[in-house]
Structure formats: C-alpha cells, structure tokens
C-alpha cells in the first residue's frame, strides 16, 4: 500500500509566499485523498505491491485505468513539488544545471519566464515543469490534471501546481502573483540540478 510521504518542511514554512491554510488543505486534505483514493483503487490487484513510478508508467496509456492513473500520478506530483520548494533552497542555479539553462534558453531570467508562462498559460488544472530530455537538453512542458513528464520520456527538474487548491486561499484569481512568487523564492534549484543524468 501506498503511504503519505512527510511533508519535507513544517506547514508554516513557505509563508508568506505559500501560507501555513493553504498548506494544511493542500497537504492534509488534498494529497492525502490522492493516497487514500489510490490505495482504495489498488487494493487487492496487482498494483497495490508495486513502485509509486512503475505504477504510474504501468497504467498511464490505459484509458480504463484513469482513475488509478490520476490518484497515482497526483501523489507522485505533489510529493516532488514539495520536494522543490525552500525558503532557505539555492536562488539561482549553479554548475551544470546553470550551463545546461544558458544553452537551453539562453539565460537563467528567459527561462524562469518561460515556466511561468507555461504555468499562468496551462488551461485548467495542471502543472508546470522544467524538464530535462533524453537527448540531455533541458525544457520547459506543462501538462493538465494529473499529467506527470515522465511518462513521456522527460526527466522532472522543478514543478509548478497550478491547480486552483495551490493557490486560491492566498492569491484568489492571482494565479500569475503566485507562479511568481513560488518560481522567485520558493523553487530550490540545488534540488532541480540533483535530477539532471550525469
Ligand atoms: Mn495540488
């Protein structure tokens, strides 16, 4: 069965840019149904014994197996975003990760652009991402629900939720104020450049 991973951080430390509210519904309400949801929908097949990942890839081009599909990937998203974002996390990329953003989009600023506007531009819920190909380059991909890179080939840096439940009790309609804030103080990019293939 599928557990709740711990919340990395306490529920107040994002805030003000992620507020303490906000983290107790979208961690104790919203990722934990994701868990429940998923172990109700496995229990008793073959997938309840299986790696969080290996399940997801599993069942992700079966239409039949949406539901398993959804609550899998949800709790597999939301467990990297939280895994992404520190208010004491390196500001700026370093390194490889750094030469890999220049070559990529030319410059750390172009890029951080270019995943807010996949994520203000994402119609609906979803996600944004700072990916990196097989080809080893890097990309920014957005995707909707509960839709998760790795199931097209893409290796997750960084994401954004920018479903409503991210944002809605601190920014209301600011989804753009929030993609913003989360992308400039939140996002630990020492975490991103961990997920880059050697
Ligand atoms: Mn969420």
Redesign the pocket.
């Given at each position: 069965m599928f557990s709740l991973s711990p919340l990395p951080f306490s529920e107040d430390a994002l805030a003000p840019v992620i507020s303490a509210n906000t983290l107790s519904f979208?961690y104790g309400k919203?990722?934990k149904a994701y868990v429940d949801n998923l172990n109700n929908l496995v229990k008793g097949t073959e997938y309840e014994s299986m790696d969080l990942s290996a399940l997801i890839r599993a069942v992700a081009d079966h239409p039949e197996k949406i539901g398993i599909f959804n609550n899998a990937a949800?709790v597999w998203?939301?467990a990297f975003?939280w895994s992404g974002l520190s208010r004491k996390g390196a500001r700026v990329p370093s390194g490889k990760l750094a030469q890999l953003i220049d070559e990529g989009f030319g410059s750390f600023d172009a890029m951080k652009i270019k995943l807010a506007e996949a994520a203000v531009g994402q119609f609906g819920s979803g996600w944004a991402w700072l990916v990196q190909d097989k080809a080893g380059k890097l990309q920014v991909t957005k995707t909707g629900n509960a839709g998760v890179p790795f199931t097209q080939g893409l290796t997750p840096l960084i994401t954004v939720?920018v479903?409503e439940?991210?944002y809605y009790l601190d920014y209301q309609n600011r989804r753009a104020d929030y993609v913003k804030a989360v992308i400039d103080q939140l996002i630990d990019w020492d975490f991103a450049a961990n997920g880059l293939s050697a």
């Amino acid at each position: 069965m599928f557990s709740l991973s711990p919340l990395p951080f306490s529920e107040d430390a994002l805030a003000p840019v992620i507020s303490a509210n906000t983290l107790s519904f979208h961690y104790g309400k919203h990722h934990k149904a994701y868990v429940d949801n998923l172990n109700n929908l496995v229990k008793g097949t073959e997938y309840e014994s299986m790696d969080l990942s290996a399940l997801i890839r599993a069942v992700a081009d079966h239409p039949e197996k949406i539901g398993i599909f959804n609550n899998a990937a949800q709790v597999w998203n939301h467990a990297f975003y939280w895994s992404g974002l520190s208010r004491k996390g390196a500001r700026v990329p370093s390194g490889k990760l750094a030469q890999l953003i220049d070559e990529g989009f030319g410059s750390f600023d172009a890029m951080k652009i270019k995943l807010a506007e996949a994520a203000v531009g994402q119609f609906g819920s979803g996600w944004a991402w700072l990916v990196q190909d097989k080809a080893g380059k890097l990309q920014v991909t957005k995707t909707g629900n509960a839709g998760v890179p790795f199931t097209q080939g893409l290796t997750p840096l960084i994401t954004v939720d920018v479903w409503e439940h991210a944002y809605y009790l601190d920014y209301q309609n600011r989804r753009a104020d929030y993609v913003k804030a989360v992308i400039d103080q939140l996002i630990d990019w020492d975490f991103a450049a961990n997920g880059l293939s050697a």
